[in-house]
């Protein structure tokens, strides 16, 4: 069983960064997927990045392409969300999520067998 903990979310301005951390517990192989999704309130949840566990292979949604940047330590069992740039539309509660193999399907919340409990992020001046 996998345990996600997510961390390092807060109030930040337009324009600033944070950096969420995610820790996995109990994972003990270094295949599959690591992703980030968000959810804003009143809206559905959708996919921020991901990361493959073996090779490193990165994907990311368009609307954050080239601000975010997603990054892993298979050592540490541990994923990291770098966010720069931030816009207002950026605020939600930011969750990890993880599979424990690959799917080509990486943007869907469906194919993630472990989830986090989420961490705020609130953009605003």
């Known amino acids: 069983q996998v345990q996600l903990v997510e961390s390092g979310g807060g109030l930040v301005q337009p324009g600033g960064s944070l950096r969420l951390s995610c820790a996995a517990s109990?994972?003990?192989?270094?295949?599959?997927?690591l992703a980030w999704f968000r959810q804003a309130t009143g809206k559905e949840r959708e996919f921020v990045a991901a990361?493959?566990?073996?090779?490193?292979?990165?994907y990311y949604a368009d609307s954050v392409k080239g601000r975010f940047t997603i990054s892993k330590d298979n050592a540490k069992n541990t994923a990291w969300l770098q966010m720069d740039s931030l816009k207002p539309e950026d605020t939600g509660v930011y969750y990890c999520?993880?599979?424990?193999?690959?799917?080509?399907?990486?943007?869907?919340?469906?194919?993630?067998?472990?989830w986090g409990r989420g961490t705020q992020v609130t953009v605003s001046s």
């Open positions: 109990g994972r003990s192989f270094g295949y599959g997927l």
């Open positions: 990361v493959r566990w073996s090779g490193g292979s990165t």
């Open positions: 999520a993880d599979r424990t193999v690959y799917s080509s399907d990486y943007s869907s919340a469906d194919v993630y067998n472990f």
